[in-house]
């Protein structure tokens, strides 16, 4: 962890915290990764804003991670975050390219969201497919997806393995096929909402994406497992986030079916500036 403090007559009245690259290993096949820092906050008094203070805090953290051979600096936040348009001036200010949307998100209380009308259909599993509790995933069907993952056959970020000490076995759900587990809903307990559960990686083998409609299949059974699970009480919230880039008919399903019963729609946002070294 890194900070850098601006200070006026001895008093603190802005801050700057990043991420800091971890030292290279030696013969480490990816050592380019150890020269990325991350933006974790920037704070500036009110009195003390509009100022230029957060725009010489970033700039100056910049010039440092530089001199220490950091190749790029990144960030993440959300529209949600109440100072997120400052942000992005600030950004832009100092010359950081345009940030990214990654993903679309939306919370809701499970109770309005199992009011849309889809979720009212009879849902089976198509032909020739069986819908499992996560909690019954087998050993070696275990074993054969994290060889998946570790491989890369399964892209970064969708493992159904993240996080799991977080994972609500009884809620997340898989399908198989043939014998094979080719889709999942892997819903956790929120660390961060504590009032939540994440229904964070759903994932379905690209032969199958679009004719067998396993992805609302596999949603609409998580969310009528949390809807009548005990854990409802503690957790009565949904999040539910779609990456930006996938393809418009799920990007308007989500859109269309999920977020208008949802109280809270927002976008998660990333940038990157390469740092001159």
Not at 10 to 38: C, F, I, M, Y
Not at 61 to 71: M, Y
Not at 165 to 189: D, H, L, P, Q
Not at 215 to 233: F, V
Request: charged content about 20%; proline content about 8%; some cysteine.
């Amino acid at each position: 962890m890194g900070a850098l403090v601006a200070r006026t007559g001895g008093v603190p009245v802005g801050l700057v915290l990043a991420q800091l690259p971890l030292p290279t290993v030696a013969n480490e096949d990816d050592p380019e990764r150890h020269k990325t820092a991350r933006l974790l906050s920037v704070f500036v008094v009110p009195a003390w804003q509009r100022h230029r203070v957060a725009t010489r805090l970033l700039r100056s953290l910049e010039e440092a991670l530089s001199k220490r051979t950091c190749a790029r600096l990144t960030t993440g936040y959300t529209t949600r975050m109440p100072a997120w348009q400052p942000l992005e001036k600030l950004l832009a200010a100092c010359r950081w390219p345009a940030p990214e949307t990654t993903l679309l998100m939306s919370m809701g209380l499970v109770d309005q969201v199992m009011n849309a009308p889809w979720l009212a259909a009879p849902r089976e599993a198509p032909a020739g497919f069986e819908l499992f509790e996560w909690s019954q995933l087998g050993i070696e069907e275990r074993a054969q997806l994290q060889r998946e993952v570790e491989g890369g056959e399964i892209p970064e970020g969708l493992s159904p393995f993240d996080d799991e000490e977080f994972i609500e076995a009884a809620i997340s759900v898989g399908v198989r096929y043939n014998g094979e587990v080719v889709a999942w809903m892997i819903v956790t307990c929120s660390p961060f909402i504590v009032d939540a559960l994440c229904y964070r990686s759903q994932y379905v083998r690209p032969q199958l994406r679009f004719a067998q409609a396993l992805g609302p299949l596999m949603l609409a059974e998580a969310l009528c497992r949390h809807a009548a699970s005990p854990i409802k009480e503690a957790r009565p919230v949904g999040v539910f986030g779609i990456p930006f880039k996938s393809a418009t008919k799920m990007i308007n399903f989500f859109r269309k079916r999920l977020a208008p019963y949802c109280f809270s729609t927002y976008e998660s946002r990333a940038d990157c500036k390469t740092l001159v070294i």
